[in-house]
């Protein structure tokens, strides 16, 4: 399965085979660093509001696809409180991989992680910064990069195949 | 000289982003006139965001989430690009803490914010990425330059200074002075507590729980 978490509300992004899009419905709420979804209800985060199911969402993906404005290198506020709000993904245990701390699995499945920037004005260093956050959060999924895209318009994302 | 102190955790209390801005302010206050906020919301009430447009400096210190920046503050610090700035000459600095040993793993938020700071046209001053951050409400203040947060506290009298000064200084990244094989034994002793007050199992933690 495809996760797709978007900031776009009128997605028309054609997406090949079986899949599930998270966009902006309704009032998400931010994270508020209770790790309930780690200590309350192990895998859920604790406010429902329509958006507490991502962890286990991206559990059943093979590839999990970002498309969001490029905000000074990293996703939008969409994109990231659905990412701040699906912590439970990952298990709260430590590992070292690489040489570095990171969470344990709670899931058996490799994410293959593909993000799509878009946005007018991305500099160079907002892409290098946001090449590197892509890196890092798959590191932190102990999965692996797909492709990393950057778009001028929200427009120019309507050619292309997922 | 009026520096800006911002919380950025979106908790209420116990933060260690709060208590990381507890030390710096302990380096700072005999010479500086200090406002303390904190940014729990999505949004900025339009007097605070007045404020802190009349200030030298502003301090961020805010939790690592998800290798960047929480997303409550992230759309505040849109909302401040946004904002009307008579006075670009104001320094930005940034503290990020994150729950992992390695403060390096706060490079990319630090670089978030600064990329902010670009697109702002305000002066990037620097930062420091804090590893160990979960440990941080736990551990007893440094004395005399000894502790589990000495290192964390050095860089913050360093930042101190280049803030006083109106200078930039590099990130800098440090750790607590715990080892991270205990730092790590401590944690998970930590969420076995936490599970089981709230009426779960040892084992529950690793529920993979199916899609209602
Ligand atoms: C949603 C969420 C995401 C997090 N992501 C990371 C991360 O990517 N790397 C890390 O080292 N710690 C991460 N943490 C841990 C926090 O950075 C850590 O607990 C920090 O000390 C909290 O600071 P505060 O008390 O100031 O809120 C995350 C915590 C939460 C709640």
């Known amino acids: 399965m495809k996760l797709v978490i978007t900031d776009l509300k009128d997605f028309s992004i054609s997406i090949k085979g079986e899949h599930r899009i998270i966009k902006p419905q309704g009032t998400i709420h931010p994270c508020f660093g209770c790790f309930g979804c780690w200590v309350k209800t192990p895998g859920q985060c604790v406010m429902h509001d329509g958006y507490e ?20 290198g990293g996703v939008s506020p969409f994109v990231k409180t659905v990412q701040d709000r699906a912590i439970s993904y990952i298990h709260p245990d430590f590992v070292i991989r690489k040489g570095e701390m990171h969470h344990k699995r709670r899931y058996q499945n490799v994410i293959a992680l593909s993000a799509y920037f878009y946005g007018e004005n991305i500099t160079e260093q907002e892409k290098k910064t946001a090449r590197n956050l892509i890196e890092a959060n798959a590191d932190n999924y102990d999965g692996r990069v797909k492709n990393i895209y950057f778009y001028k318009t929200a427009k120019e994302l309507e050619d292309i195949l997922l | 000289m009026k520096i800006a102190l911002i919380n950025g955790s979106p908790k209420t209390k116990n933060s260690a982003s709060g208590i990381l801005l507890e030390d710096l302010k302990s380096h700072l206050s005999q010479k500086a006139e200090i406002t303390e906020i904190k940014l729990q919301k999505t949004f900025i009430p339009e007097e605070i965001a007045a404020e802190l447009k009349t200030m030298e400096a502003l301090v961020f210190s805010f939790p690592l989430y998800v290798d960047g920046i929480p997303a409550h503050l992230l759309s505040c610090l849109i909302q401040l690009e946004n904002a009307h700035w008579q006075n670009r000459e104001i320094y930005i600095y940034g503290i990020v803490n994150c729950g992992f040993h390695e403060g390096v793993q706060a490079k990319y938020a630090l ?53 006083l000064q109106n200078k930039r200084q590099k990130n800098h990244y440090v750790s607590v002075a715990f080892p991270r094989f205990l730092y790590r034994i401590a944690a998970q002793i930590g969420w076995r ?20």
Do not use: V
């Open chain 2, 111 to 163: 670089e978030i914010l600064q990329n902010w700071c670009k697109k702002t046209e305000l002066i990037w001053g620097g930062g420091i990425g804090a590893g160990g951050g979960g440990g941080l409400a736990n551990m007893p203040s440094t004395k005399n330059g000894h502790g589990p947060k000495a290192p964390i506290d050095k860089a913050l009298q360093a930042m101190a200074d280049k803030i």
């Open chain 1, 53 to 72: 199911n991502t962890g286990m969402y991206m559990s059943k993906c093979t590839e999990l696809i970002l498309i969001s404005q490029c905000c000074y």
């Open chain 2, 193 to 212: 507590q936490m599970i089981k007050a709230n009426g779960g199992k040892t084992k529950d933690l690793g529920k993979r729980p199916e899609e209602p």
